[in-house]
């Protein structure tokens, strides 16, 4: 997911530059690493849908979906089949800490490359593997080429992106994977007739991306920032001439330098986050992480297949339908890239609260109602729960899912963004992996209720979304402390200690003078 993106959604400065080649293939580059990501979320449910690959590797999940009508909740309970899923999240995000080192220390491009590397080893060894084994080991990989390139590639776009288009590439970034969520999908239910090897070409496709990106970082220029960051000062700036179109960049090579230069003064950002004033910033960006994944919007994305077969639909409709939600997915990921700095991020988000609310209201009470332990759903009722997730799942496309990523990515101030960012990165990537490894469980324990449950959730983000979440559209990224943070009725008092310190000693002395 995008790291350290330094949005900017305020008055940009506005430097000379064109959008040239050279911006264009970095953007098709950070595609590749969008879109491998999002492959991999999407790719997961599918083959876990398909019965050869669970005769394959899940032979006792395969023999118990044979009896399904002996359980219909619980025919995919399974820890490994959701370690399967889940194991990726745990190595990216190990990968995401180990990722901001090295983009810092040699920049982004080698992180990118570095990402690629893994993910085309993961890429091999899920699709020969022979044994369960080796294929979560090769989902650890894949997951390491996920940490790495969602640490680097958005970085390495805002960076080198012109300023006035660098607020809407952050959102591209997750229109990019929701595309490739949505390619998952559909190559998944293009071979899913394949006997018996269609799941290996589902699993092998997601090293199209990782080839690209891999090929293609060769081509692409380091970032100037990074150059300028690490002392390379005469090479960042041919770099950000060449990619500008122009010979006068003194004023951005300028902005840059003193950039760099205040945030080297900040030798220890993660010290600096500790502290009391870094404290807003902190908790709106994990908190926005965890709110997100416990919409139980993974549920759906990794396991929308599964769960559409366990409300009674074939494996051929249950990969249809998934189609149908992942496009529904990329679609409305628009209306947040138009609506974003139009209406608001708040309204964005409260409004999707009470859509998602009732979605997932309407879906627990079906299956509560109708399908029990044992028997399948009516026709119509099915039908109701598929228009159900698409509805669920467009609003958290234009709220919660890009904004969970924007919003961290634009409160923290310039010393700590990245420190502050990474923290982000990986309450995703924990809340994910609890999400991919519980929810099938959870299905078999809780039943319907656990739609209720993240209902529940989705009640209480709302009353953070409503008390507690500043608005920040339209305030400049460097100006988020004095208009936004001083400004808030709750979170203002985390800036008042210097002033406070200050007044209880004059009090203390006052006495001694009179
Ligand atoms: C989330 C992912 C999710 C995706 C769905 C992202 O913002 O971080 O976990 O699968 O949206 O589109």
Known sequence: ????????????????????????????????????????IGVSGGVTAMDDFLKKFFYEVWERKQHAHENNYCKYDNQKLQLFTSSLYVAALI????????????????????????????VALTTFAVNIEMLIFGRLHLGLGVGFANQAVP???????????????????????????????????????????????????????ALMLCLGSLAIHETPT???????????????????????????????????????????????????????????AIVMQVFQQFTGI?????????????????????????????????????VSVVLVDRVGRRALLLEACVQMFITQCIIGGI????????????????????????????????????????????????????AGFSFAVSSNMLCTFVIAQAFLSMLCHLRSGIFFFFAAWIVVMGLFALFLLPETKGVPVDEMVDRVWKQHWFWKRFFNDEQAVEKRETEMIRPHLI
């Open 1 to 40: 997911m995008p790291a350290v993106v330094i949005a900017n959604t305020g008055d940009v400065p506005e430097f000379e530059g064109k959008i040239t080649f050279n911006v264009i293939v970095c953007v098709l580059i950070a595609a590749c690493g969008g879109l491998m990501f999002g492959y991999d």
């Open 95 to 122: 990968a995401s800490f180990i990722a901001s080192k090295t983009c810092s220390k040699y920049g982004r491009k080698p992180t990118m490359q570095l990402a690629s590397i893994f993910f085309i080893i993961g």
């Open 155 to 209: 970085l390495f776009l805002s960076e080198l992106a012109p300023a006035k288009i660098r607020g809407a590439l952050n959102i591209s970034f997750q229109l990019f994977i929701t595309i490739g969520i949505l390619i998952a999908n559909v190559v998944n239910y293009a071979v899913g007739k394949i006997h018996p090897y269609g799941f290996r070409i589902s699993l092998g496709i997601a090293g199209v991306p």
């Open 226 to 284: 990074s150059l300028i960051e690490r002392k390379k000062v005469e090479e960042g700036r041919a770099v950000l001439k060449k990619i500008r179109g122009v010979d006068n960049v003194d004023r951005e090579y300028d902005s840059i330098v003193h950039a760099c230069e205040v945030a080297s003064q900040i030798t220890q950002p993660y010290h600096k986050l500790m502290k009391r004033e870094s404290r807003p910033p902190l908790v709106i």
């Open 298 to 334: 993974n549920a759906i994305m990794f396991y929308a297949p599964v769960l559409f077969q366990t409300v009674g639909f074939g494996s051929d409709a249950a990969l249809l339908s998934s189609v149908i939600t992942g496009l529904v997915n990329v679609l409305s990921t628009f």
């Open 367 to 418: 299956l509560m109602k109708d399908l029990k332990i044992t028997g399948n759903l009516p026709s119509g009722d099915a039908l109701v729960v598929v228009i159900m997730v698409c509805v669920f799942v467009a609003g958290f496309a234009w709220s919660w899912g890009p904004l969970g990523w924007l919003i961290p990515s634009e409160t923290f101030p310039l010393e700590t963004r990245t």
